[in-house]
């Protein structure tokens, strides 16, 4: 079997090339190259075409997300896996949404990683056994008692402003508050409000079960 070529992007040297050297030692794995952030690894997966992207979300000129829906609308055949600190329910349905194959945290075993991404390669999904069951209990959240409310859901997507589905779409994409105001030029305090509203209208317990309900209903755009 031929070794899996891996590019690894995060803008942490010190993580970045311990990654790097741990798959070193791995005799199914080799390291094609190194990305500082979104950008470089958008450019070097061209140049490098590598079977794997290691990729972290938070990083700068452009996030792991960005890159990750660049890449999969340009080269589907490369699969992403993200490998990131954050937990955030938001933040893993916005890189599946985007295209990523995978998504564990860097807490990871480094067995686990380097199964995941052999399994990641050869076309399987990978799911962090935490981020999982967080997706599972917020999807089943959703559909608890609710067999048959999709008249109720539609007339409440109906009923969100303009300016409601533009939060909704940010929250999805895994934004902050801060990040959201900043975004649509407005208070973190009207985006607490927004965002009330939001889960009022659609019967929603917290802004979580709120992205969870986005890419449910397919109500995310994927630009910007």
């Known amino acids: ?3 899996v070529r891996v590019l690894v992007a995060d803008d942490h040297t010190l993580f970045r090339r311990g990654i790097t050297a741990a798959l070193a030692d791995q005799p199914d794995l080799e390291v094609v190259g190194e990305a500082v952030d979104g950008l470089e690894a958008i450019k070097k997966t ?5 079977e794997v ?3 972290d979300l938070n990083m700068p000129n452009c996030s792991g997300l960005e890159a990750t829906q660049a890449l999969q609308s340009e080269m589907p055949q490369v699969k992403i896996l993200v490998l990131t ?8 349905f916005a890189a599946i949404k985007f295209g990523a194959r995978g998504y564990l945290l860097k807490k990871a075993e480094p067995e686990e990683l380097v199964q995941a991404i052999i399994s990641v390669s050869q076309g399987s999904v990978m799911i962090s056994s935490l981020m999982a069951n967080k997706l599972l209990a917020e999807f089943n959240a959703l559909s608890a008692g609710a067999p048959n409310h999709s008249k109720k859901d539609e007339q409440a997507e109906a009923e969100l402003s303009p300016r409601e589905g533009e939060v909704l779409q940010l929250v999805s994409k895994g934004a902050t508050n801060k990040e959201i105001a ?3 030029f407005i208070s973190e305090n009207t985006v607490k409000t927004h965002l009330q509203n939001i889960m009022d209208k659609l019967h929603l ?3 979580s079960q709120a992205a969870a309900y986005a890419v449910k209903k397919g109500l995310v755009t994927d630009k910007g």
Do not use: G, I, K, T
């Open 1 to 3: 079997m031929s070794r």
């Open 46 to 50: 061209r140049e490098l075409v590598p």
């Open 53 to 55: 992207v290691l990729m």
């Open 85 to 92: 600190v954050s937990d955030s329910e938001s933040d893993l």
């Open 182 to 184: 900043d975004a649509l």
């Open 205 to 207: 317990a917290n802004r």
